[in-house]
Nanobody, 123 residues
Framework: QVRLVESGGGLVQAGGSLRLSCAAS????????MAWFRQAPGKEREFVAA????????LYADSVKDRFTISRDSARNTVYVQMNSLKPEDTAVYYC????????????????WGQGTQVTVSS
């Protein structure tokens, strides 16, 4: 089992920044990619960003490209997403996920999920 714990959510004004963290523990040796998804009220869970743990290849949703940056600290088994120029439409619960490096934009790919952290962007 892999346990994922997110932190760093909160309330921020439009144009502001937040950094979310996702700490992984447990049997992480079979985890090859980690990603962030988000879900706004009444909407489907959507892909935000993913990173391949070996090599650091990244992929972003068009809606966050050039504003969000995903990164990893392998020594700490932690993945981050730096979110800049936040918009009210970025308001959602953000989830960290871990799993194989395959179809990384698809939520069903991921075996493990965190509990989520709320991000609220006020206008």
């Amino acid at each position: 089992q892999v346990r994922l714990v997110e932190s760093g959510g909160g309330l921020v004004q439009a144009g502001g920044s937040l950094r979310l963290s996702c700490a992984a523990s447990g049997r992480t040796f079979n985890t090859y990619a980690m990603a962030w998804f988000r879900q706004a009220p009444g909407k489907e869970r959507e892909f935000v960003a993913a990173i391949r743990l070996s090599g650091g290849t990244t992929l972003y949703a068009d809606s966050v490209k050039d504003r969000f940056t995903i990164s990893r600290d392998s020594a700490r088994n932690t993945v981050y997403v730096q979110m800049n120029s936040l918009k009210p439409e970025d308001t959602a619960v953000y989830y960290c996920a871990a799993g194989p490096y395959s179809s990384v934009t698809d939520a069903v790919t991921y075996n493990y999920w965190g509990q989520g952290t709320q991000v609220t962007v006020s206008s």
